[in-house]
């Protein structure tokens, strides 16, 4: 869906992902910080996208296959993990969403209009074309 939005609106519009961790899942946060690790290598969204494939395997063997799978430097991305500042990024991002009513994922904001859930395009298309308008 994100994909779509972006070829459909282009420049138009700028997407900025935000960690929201759950509360209650215990490899949460460490898959999150996990991602941003991967991030250092240019493989986020390759990393992100086979943490949601595989969610019901989370945890550090998961995190540690994916990083060679996605030929991450190891050394670097192990150290990256284990890293205070990486993990308080992460709980910065989870204490913003939570200030601004977030209680799951996925929850969107459209120029601070909240959209949430995985919902079709079009229900995307009808927000952000009304707050094209606006403009």
């Not at 779509?4 to 929201?20: A, L, S, T």
Request: glycine residues 10%.
């Amino acid at each position: 869906m994100l994909e779509q939005i972006q070829k459909e609106y282009g420049n138009k519009v700028r997407h900025i992902y935000k960690d929201f961790p759950l509360g209650g899942q215990i490899q949460s946060e460490p898959a999150a910080v996990a991602a941003r690790c991967a991030a250092k290598s240019g493989k986020f969204w390759e990393y992100h996208d086979e943490l949601y494939k595989n969610q019901g395997s989370l945890g550090p063997d998961l995190f540690g296959q994916l990083a060679d799978r996605l030929s991450l430097p190891k050394d670097d991305w192990k150290k990256c993990t284990q890293d205070n500042q990486t993990r308080e990024s992460v709980k910065k991002d989870q204490g913003e969403g939570i200030s601004l009513g977030v209680t799951g994922t996925p929850t969107f904001f459209i120029n601070g209009k909240k959209v949430v859930g995985a919902l079709p395009f079009e229900k995307f298309k009808q927000v952000i074309d009304e707050e094209l308008k606006k403009k």
